[in-house]
């Protein structure tokens, strides 16, 4: 399985990007997908999930009401639009793979991750 994450950038603050996420070696449709952060010198984060149907979504607070997690099952691929963005945002953001349907908030409910994309936004 492989996950290819795009779309990072430099952005000043108050701007947007969407990354993507393209899926091969495995149909996402009957699993959960989800997004993660990790800035220098801090622990990877959690950033937004998704249900394998996409009825079910989940935000980190820091996050919630400025970005959106969705996901084209018929194309494999995953997106975070991502509005609003602040320096703190800067990070490496990360695409994962669950283990179930459900959309996770943990790390170690994921089987599968991407080589990540840089986000960086500037003051």
């Known amino acids: 399985v492989q996950l290819q994450a795009s779309g990072g950038g430099l952005v000043q603050a108050g701007g947007s990007l969407r990354l993507s996420c393209a899926a091969s070696?495995?149909?996402?449709?009957?699993?959960?997908m989800g997004w993660f952060r990790q800035a220098p010198g801090k622990e990877r984060e959690f950033v937004a999930a998704?249900?394998?149907?996409?009825?079910?979504?989940y935000y980190a607070d820091s996050v919630k009401g400025r970005f959106t997690i969705s996901r084209d099952n018929a194309k494999n691929t995953v997106f975070l639009q991502m509005d609003s963005l602040k320096p703190e945002d800067t990070a490496v953001y990360y695409c994962?793979?669950?283990?179930?349907?459900?959309?996770?908030?943990?790390?170690?409910?994921?089987?599968?991750w991407g080589q990540g994309t840089q986000v960086t936004v500037s003051s």
């Open positions: 994962a793979m669950g283990s179930y349907g459900y959309g996770s908030r943990l790390l170690r409910e994921y089987d599968f």
């Open positions: 070696g495995r149909t996402i449709s009957r699993y959960g």
């Open positions: 998704i249900s394998l149907s996409g009825g079910s979504l």
